[in-house]
């Protein structure tokens, strides 16, 4: 698969995300954001929330720092194949 091809196939599986038939669980939610952010941004370019209480904000930084190092085309591929498995 060529780099064209593999982003023309991410970005279907991002607007197909956005309506799947059923809700994901907020953990599969946390994984396609993270997924997401890695493969648009690459690693994790802000500072950790400083709200102790700002659980989501915390989850969505761990999330997407968990990430750091891998390569966009990879987290591409693994986002088409989790979305395409939540098609189902």
């Known amino acids: 698969m060529t780099a064209t091809q593999l ?3 991410f970005e279907q ?17 946390l994984q396609l954001y ?3 952010k890695q493969a648009t941004v690459g690693d994790i370019n802000i500072e950790a929330p400083s709200n102790p209480f700002d659980f989501v904000a915390k989850a969505k ?8 190092g891998r390569s966009k085309e990879t987290i591409m591929q693994e986002y088409i194949s989790l979305v395409n498995k939540l098609k189902l």
Request: proline letters at 3%.
């Open 34 to 36: 993270s997924l997401y």
């Open 13 to 29: 599986a991002a607007e197909e995300s956005k309506s799947l038939g059923t809700r994901p669980s907020n953990g599969t939610l």
């Open 61 to 68: 930084y761990d999330a997407w720092a968990s990430l750091k």
């Open 7 to 9: 982003i023309q196939e």
